[in-house]
């Protein structure tokens, strides 16, 4: 919970202070740039969103003298740049990470789609640290 935990902290914490080697983030604002500062010298960030609708404040003397790279990314205009064979490839591979737990996504509540009144309320509501989902069939 960003809101009541500061990013570079917890992240120094749990890394010993060693940082992280790359993060991908969608929220922007305040939350990316607390992030940057948990990056190793010459490492990445990837920004992907701004659910926070702020700016993220860069600070050029992280980017200088630590070397790091902070790079948008957007589905939508990297997948055209695919051929039809990596565009598979890489919907395999995505797939089935997240169906082996490699890449776990936390899910708050599933809904029937009939309840997507209750799913929208649940999914915007403030403070969820967890993807709403709705179950099909």
């Given at each position: 919970d960003t809101s009541a935990e500061h990013v570079t902290r917890k992240v120094m914490q749990m890394t010993g202070k060693a940082g992280v080697d790359s993060f991908f983030d969608a929220v922007g604002g305040k939350v990316a740039h607390?992030?940057?500062?948990?990056?190793?010298?010459?490492?990445?960030?990837?920004?992907?969103?701004?659910?926070?609708?702020?700016?993220?404040?860069?600070?050029?003397?992280?980017?200088?003298?630590?070397?790091?790279?902070i790079r948008g990314f957007w589905l939508t205009t990297w997948l055209p740049t695919l051929t039809q064979t990596e565009r598979i490839t890489f919907i395999k591979e995505a797939l089935g990470m997240l169906a082996t737990g490699q890449m776990p996504v936390e899910v708050?509540?599933?809904?029937?789609?009939s309840s997507y009144k209750e799913a929208v309320a649940a999914a915007e509501a403030p403070g969820k640290s967890a993807k709403v989902l709705f179950k099909l069939g």
């Open positions: 607390q992030a940057i500062n948990c990056l190793k010298q010459g490492k990445t960030a990837w920004l992907y969103g701004a659910l926070s609708l702020e700016p993220t404040p860069i600070n050029s003397a992280t980017m200088i003298f630590q070397d790091v790279r708050a509540e599933t809904f029937p789609f």
